[in-house]
Nanobody, 122 residues
Framework: QVQLVQSGGGLVQAGGSLRLSCATS??????MAWFRQAPGKEREFVAA????????YYVDSMKGRFIVSRDDAENTIYLQANNLKPEDTAVYYC?????????????????WGQGTQVTVSS
């Protein structure tokens, strides 16, 4: 059973930055991703990273502001969120799938973190 434990998040002013972490007990050969769910909205894709960390994928609206990375020595993936906006307020989730490449389709992900709240004040 793969477990994902998230940390980071919190309250930040608009224009600020946060780093979210997701520690996994799973093997390295897992693609991983970040999703988010804002109040009253469906969960949406944010970013994904393939098993080796050599390829990353972002939703267009977040390119240049969000950076996904992985540290396999620490069995952890990160989401660096910069220049945050109030509309980035959401619960952020990490997810893992036993595939080489990441996907924007949340139905493909088998394992999920507990979620972490990010609140951006204006």
């Amino acid at each position: 059973q793969v477990q994902l434990v998230q940390s980071g998040g919190g309250l930040v002013q608009a224009g600020g930055s946060l780093r979210l972490s997701c520690a996994t007990s799973g093997p390295r050969a897992y693609a991983m991703a970040w999703f988010r769910q804002a109040p009253g909205k469906e969960r949406e894709f944010v970013a994904a990273i393939n098993w080796s960390g050599g390829e990353t994928y972002y939703v267009d609206s977040m390119k240049g502001r969000f950076i996904v990375s992985r540290d396999d020595a620490e069995n952890t993936i990160y989401l660096q969120a910069n220049n945050l906006k109030p509309e980035d307020t959401a619960v952020y989730y990490c997810a893992a799938v036993p595939l080489v490449a990441g996907s924007q389709d949340q139905s493909e992900y088998q394992y999920w973190g507990q979620g972490t709240q990010v609140t951006v004040s204006s």
